[in-house]
């Protein structure tokens, strides 16, 4: 049986894309699936990137506070932070010790945050190996992932059949379970939708600021009756995503007709995210007024996910011989 466990880094609020590619997805894999499952905010991932006490704080919350509202059952689940288990980070020091400095600097995400980051710490360079650890020591067997993440749960599979050759059996070898294999959501530039590229749409944002990023996504120049190909036309392609069979449908034939201007199917799009998203922002707002709920959340679920880490650590001390 499947044993499934995610993380999401807080280095904001989750955006549409994050929204749609990572965490729907995997809510709905932990409410269906049969055995408990572990999903957590990456927040000592973060660290490596931020270094406001205030901003980390928050994004955990804002973070946390997205899986609630898009449906995360926190009594069926184990939902936590990172940092409230700190076993994770003694069981990271393991691995380190039985993983190849060779094999870690190929590791394509940090030689790309290499060229793009000026804060190039070592946090960086040892985080497949925080990752691997995240994974292991709750014995999980199906990590849900984005396709950027395959190289790192290579490097877990690697790193636990490493140690398990080596010390004897210890660890469960994880599968990645990728998400959109092949579609991305696009950003308001048309490129893929990333917070490092500021071109995302922040479901979670007040009206106005919402409005103006989707004013905002880049388009042709064709006049209102002039006849547009719908599959060309960035606002189109997010609408698809967004809005019902039907509704896609006439604005796909109002698009050949030469019968929208793009101001109006931007004005259409916005109503259907606020639509589609009107339940979840409400829950949002609500748990971002109600911050002591979601701190206890994650404590309680950081209480269920303790007893299994130090289990699991117990085993590992007692192959390395402490
Ligand atoms: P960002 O690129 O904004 O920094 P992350 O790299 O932190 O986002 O991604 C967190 C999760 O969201 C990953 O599982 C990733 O695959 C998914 N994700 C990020 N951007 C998109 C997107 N545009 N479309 C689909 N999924 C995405
Ligand atoms: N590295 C992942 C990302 O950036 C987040 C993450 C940290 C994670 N630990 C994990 C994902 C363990 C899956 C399993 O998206």
Redesign the pocket.
């Known amino acids: 049986m499947a044993k499934i466990l995610t993380g ?2 807080s ?1 904001g609020t989750p ?1 549409l ?2 929204i ?3 965490i729907e997805p995997a809510v709905e894999m932990a409410n269906s699936s049969k055995e408990e499952s572990y999903l957590f905010i990456a927040n000592m991932h973060s660290l490596t990137q931020i270094k406001d006490k205030k901003v980390l704080h928050e994004n955990t919350l804002s973070t946390a506070a997205t899986w609630l509202a898009f449906g995360l059952d926190p009594i069926k689940s184990c939902f936590f932070r990172q940092s409230d288990i700190p076993e994770v980070t003694e069981l990271a020091w393991y691995l380190s010790c039985f993983f190849p400095y060779q094999r870690l600097k190929l590791a394509h995400s940090f030689k790309d945050k290499v060229n793009n980051l000026k804060d190039v710490n070592s946090g960086l360079f040892s985080y497949p190996m925080l990752m691997s650890a995240d994974i292991l020591i709750y014995d999980a067997n199906l990590v849900p ?5 395959l190289q790192h749960l290579e490097i877990t599979r690697d790193v636990a059949s490493r140690f398990n050759n080596l010390m004897g059996d210890t660890f469960i070898i994880p599968e990645a379970k990728i ?2 294999d092949t579609k ?2 696009i ?1 308001t530039d048309g490129e ?5 590229k500021g071109n ?1 749409i922040d479901i979670f944002a007040e009206d106005k600021k919402l409005k103006k990023q989707i004013m905002r996504i880049k388009t042709q120049s064709l006049s209102l009756d002039e006849p547009k190909n719908p599959k060309l036309c960035n606002v189109f392609k997010l609408y698809n995503v967004i809005a019902s069979k039907k509704n896609v449908e006439i604005l796909n034939d109002r698009y050949q007709k030469g019968d929208v201007g793009y101001g109006e199917a931007k004005e259409l799009l916005y109503n259907e995210i606020l639509n589609r998203f009107s339940l979840n922002r409400e829950k949002f707002f609500e748990l971002m007024d109600n911050k002591e709920k979601v701190e206890l959340l994650l404590e309680e679920g950081a209480e269920k996910a303790r007893i299994k880490a130090k289990n699991v650590l117990k085993r590992v001390r007692s192959r390395v011989g402490y």
């Open positions: 999401i880094q280095t955006h894309g994050n749609l590619g990572a992932v984005g396709k950027d993440q998400q959109n991305y959501i950003g893929k939708m990333s917070k490092s995302t």
